[in-house]
Nanobody, 121 residues
Framework: VQLQASGGGLVQAGGSLRLSCAASGRTFSSYVMGWFRQAPGKEREFVAVINWSGSSTFYADSVKGRFTISRDNAKNTVYLQMNSLKPEDTAVYYC???????????????WGQGTQVTVSS
């Protein structure tokens, strides 16, 4: 599966952005989808994950209550709604796909190209 992330940009602290990740292929619903981020000089970190049907989600503590992951299997797209953004949310955000449930980076087989999110104070 090929993944294309979009929706990043520059926003002030307290603002919102919605990231999208469009997937190619007919088997999108067979993948667990995750969002990760990587800030300059830091390792890539888990942000959120959603299961195949969208009925189950899990978030990193740092974004819980502010970010919402969702998916539309009819549109082969996963979303990340980001509210109450903080300067520390600044990073390149990546979407990724795997066949089984999990949040470890190495378990994701497919990655999008990343989209930059910059939050100004």
């Amino acid at each position: 599966v090929q993944l294309q992330a979009s929706g990043g940009g520059l926003v002030q602290a307290g603002g919102s952005l919605r990231l999208s990740c469009a997937a190619s292929g007919r088997t999108f619903s067979s993948y667990v989808m995750g969002w990760f981020r990587q800030a300059p000089g830091k390792e890539r970190e888990f942000v959120a994950v959603i299961n195949w049907s969208g009925s189950s989600t899990f978030y990193a503590d740092s974004v819980k209550g502010r970010f919402t992951i969702s998916r539309d299997n009819a549109k082969n797209t996963v979303y990340l709604q980001m509210n109450s953004l903080k300067p520390e949310d600044t990073a390149v955000y990546y979407c990724a796909a795997r066949g089984t449930w999990g949040i470890d980076t190495y378990g994701y087989q497919y990655w999008g190209q990343g989209t930059q999110v910059t939050v100004s104070s």
